[in-house]
């Protein structure tokens, strides 16, 4: 159980496009998904905290007309990028805290390996 | 599938040594990452090793890797309060032209009591 997945998982986009990546957890709701961006051999950084009917918490740096968050139900979140650029490349990936039993766990997805071209 | 697996729970005293296992199955990983959060907070890089290696120390943390076993365990010395936190294990999955993508364990919910 607790199964979060991505989709898609890999894409390759030409500069100035928008991209959307899909978070859903499979089989338990959440309250609460974060989005983290990953650069090769760095760390996760947190980028927004997303909860479900209200605006997406941005962390600092981060900017939230360029990476539009939507949690429209418990078991789905999406980051757009939008207007995609070369230094948009990243691995993304996104985590869900259920919203009953296990609350203190993020459960992880898979990722999504964003290019931009 | 690719699987990480790693005890939910560890409890310690201040000052003791803290040891947090991991077992993986991926084999060809060439990275494995070890990251910790702190209550609230996103996940932070401790460390990493590289494959080829056996150990890697980096002040009070000591990695350790049997690639033959698939384990990693991660040790923190003279363990404080501040260590508190949920530590993840995390592989690279060793795909070709995956590289950066990361295997997540649960977490281990560290606890040290004064």
């Known amino acids: 159980g607790a199964v979060v997945s991505q989709h898609p998982s890999w894409v390759i986009c030409k500069s100035g496009t928008s991209v959307k990546i899909e978070c859903r957890s499979l089989?338990?709701?959440?309250?609460?998904m974060f989005w983290y961006r990953q650069f090769p051999k760095q760390s996760l950084m947190l980028m927004a905290t997303?909860?479900?009917?209200?605006?997406?918490?941005?962390e600092q740096g981060v900017e939230k007309d360029k990476f539009l968050i939507n949690h429209a139900s418990l078991t789905l979140s999406t980051l757009t990028v939008t207007s995609a650029h070369p230094e948009d490349s990243s691995f993304y990936i996104c985590?869900?805290?259920?919203?009953?039993?296990?609350?203190?766990?993020?459960?992880f997805g898979p990722g999504t390996r964003l290019t931009v071209l | 599938g690719e699987d990480v697996e790693q005890s939910l729970f560890l409890s310690v005293r201040e000052g003791d040594s803290s040891v947090i296992n991991c077992t993986y199955t991926?084999?060809?990983?060439?990275?494995l990452y070890w990251y910790k959060q702190e209550p609230g907070a996103g996940l932070q890089l401790l460390t990493y090793?590289?494959?080829?290696?056996d150990m890697k120390q980096d002040q009070r943390l000591t990695v350790l890797l049997n690639k033959k076993d698939k384990h990693l365990s991660l040790r923190i010395a003279d363990t404080q309060t501040g260590d508190s936190a949920i530590y993840f294990c995390a592989p690279e999955r060793g795909r070709e032209g995956s590289q950066g993508n990361l295997i997540f364990g649960k977490g281990t919910k560290l606890s040290v009591k004064p």
């Open positions: 089989d338990f709701q959440a309250t609460t």
């Open positions: 991926d084999s060809s990983s060439t990275y």
């Open positions: 997303s909860n479900e009917g209200s605006k997406a918490t941005y």
């Open positions: 090793i590289f494959s080829n290696m």
């Open positions: 985590s869900a805290v259920p919203l009953a039993g296990d609350t203190d766990t993020q459960y």
